[in-house]
Antibody, heavy 120, light 108 residues
Framework: EVQLVQSGTEVKKPGESLKISCKAS????????IAWVRQMPGKGLEWMGI????????TYSPSFEGHVTISADKSTSTAYLQWRSLKASDTAIYFC?????????????WGHGTLVTVSS | EIVMTQSPATLSVSPGERATLSCRAS??????LAWYQQKPGQAPRLLIK???ARATGIPARFSGSGSGTEFALTISSLQSEDSAVYYC??????????FGQGTRLEIK
């Protein structure tokens, strides 16, 4: 069974750094792209970027490039999303999702989401 | 960036009836379109890929149609469990792939 298990809720202050995770199981992690999707409170879905774990080939949405970093560790089947300096506007739920026909296609399996709250 | 526009914003339909949700792309996306269902507090679930192909485990009462710039998701014989927000996503032009703003489906 394909599963994407994400790290837990985070509460941070503006300016702090953060790295959240998405651990995959039930399939060959290296062979499928992993995307990150943002959902701000009460809002819709925004595609942030995508990584191919086998070679760490990464593409970002222009809206997010330079503000977040996507990475992956094949040895632990885990993808990561990180910020060096959080803003209040980063408050959102962040989903990881598998893209079976990447580097940009539909997303067939999703993690449960990580809630990130940034507040002073 | 391709803009996806969904209509209506909210749809209220009685159980057993049919619901049709629309999605329009600002330029042609061919058949590179997916539909997702999101219930409160849950992650989105893939319903339809390639405009009309049901994802694994999705009941036959969910169907997708369209190509180019006009798409529809039809849910026949509505059930209470179908109450959710539905999103379309284009993946023809990227980055980024883009989602519509969602249609909230309420079951009366």
């Amino acid at each position: 069974e394909v599963q994407l298990v994400q790290s837990g809720t985070e509460v941070k202050k503006p300016g702090e750094s953060l790295k959240i995770s998405c651990k995959a199981s039930g399939y060959s992690f290296s062979d499928y792209w992993i995307a990150w999707v943002r959902q701000m409170p009460g809002k819709g879905l925004e595609w942030m970027g995508i990584i191919y774990p086998d070679d760490s080939d990464t593409t970002y949405s222009p809206s997010f490039e330079g503000h977040v970093t996507i990475s992956a560790d094949k040895s632990t089947s885990t993808a990561y999303l990180q910020w060096r300096s959080l803003k209040a506007s980063d408050t959102a739920i962040y989903f990881c999702a598998r893209d079976p026909h990447g580097p940009a296609a539909f997303l067939d399996y999703w993690g449960h989401g990580t809630l990130v709250t940034v507040s002073s | 960036e391709i803009v996806m526009t969904q209509s209506p914003a909210t749809l209220s339909v009685s159980p057993g009836e049919r619901a049709t949700l629309s999605c329009r792309a600002s330029q042609s996306v061919s058949s590179n379109l997916a539909w997702y269902q999101q219930k409160p507090g849950q992650a989105p679930r893939l319903l339809i890929k390639r405009a009309s192909a049901r994802a694994t485990g999705i009941p036959a009462r969910f169907s997708g149609s369209g190509s180019g710039t006009e798409f529809a998701l039809t849910i026949s014989s509505l059930q209470s469990e179908d109450s959710a927000v539905y999103y379309c996503q284009q993946y023809k032009n990227w980055p980024p792939t883009t989602f519509g703003q969602g249609t909230r489906l309420e079951i009366k």
